[in-house]
Structure formats: structure tokens, C-alpha cells
């Protein structure tokens, strides 16, 4: 099974991967983590202003997806952000023979008590 798990930040996304891992043990993957990984690794290096561009952030996604602890599925969080970084997922979806079981995103609004 693969989940992704889409949403602004603070939406619930992590919370609902911990939830998948309780309930199903697919392994969470969270595209901030696995960048923040890879930058302190030396695997990526940030642009200038501490962007790190799509090519980046695909490969490093890409490299976690690809590792043994996820050939039964997993949820990703947070990626693929862009059409770029969907673009190169979706090659290795099909290089893996592997489909996406869903696709959640989390839209949630402000609370009416919530201040502005």
C-alpha cells in the first residue's frame, strides 16, 4: 500500500502517517525529514537563501522510496509538491511496478475562534 499525504503545514499529515504505521506498519516517510537528512549528510547542498531545488528533493524522496524497508508500501508525506517532483516519482513508480493505494489531501480551514 502506498499513501501519500498532502496538506499545508500543520494539517495533520504526521499525525495520520504515525496512525497508518500503528495501524497497517507501512513505513512513514516525511519529505522535510528526508531532506533535512540529506543536506546534513552532505548528499544535497541548499542554494543560496536555503532552498533546495526539485531535482534535490526528488532524489532524496527517490532514494528513500527505492530502500528495502519500503518495498511493501509506505506513506509519504509532504511530496511530491510540485509537477517536477511528481514527474520523477511517477517514473519510479513505474519502474517499481508500484501504484499508489491513495492519495489524501488535508484541507483544513481556520478556526472561527482562532485568531487571525
Known amino acids: ?3 501519500l499525504l498532502l496538506g499545508c503545514p500543520g ?3 504526521t499525525t495520520q502517517g504515525g496512525r497508518l504505521f500503528e495501524r497497517f ?4 516517510i516525511v519529505a522535510a525529514e528526508v531532506v533535512k537528512e540529506a543536506v546534513a549528510a552532505g548528499e ?3 542554494a543560496p537563501g536555503g532552498e533546495v531545488s526539485d531535482d534535490h528533493v ?3 524522496i527517490v532514494s528513500k522510496v527505492n530502500a528495502d524497508f519500503c518495498q511493501d508500501g509506505f506513506s509519504l ?7 517536477r ?5 511517477q517514473k ?4 517499481n511496478k508500484m501504484k499508489i493505494s491513495a492519495a489524501l489531501h488535508f484541507d483544513v480551514s481556520p478556526h472561527p475562534n482562532s485568531p487571525p
Open 58 to 60: 526528488s532524489r532524496a
Open 77 to 83: 508525506e509532504g511530496f511530491p509538491n510540485t509537477k
Open 25 to 28: 506498519g507501512l513505513p512513514q
Open 92 to 95: 519510479v513508480l513505474m519502474a
Open 85 to 89: 517532483q511528481w514527474t520523477a516519482f
Open 44 to 46: 544535497i547542498a541548499p
Open 1 to 3: 500500500m502506498i499513501v
Open 11 to 13: 494539517c495533520g499529515k
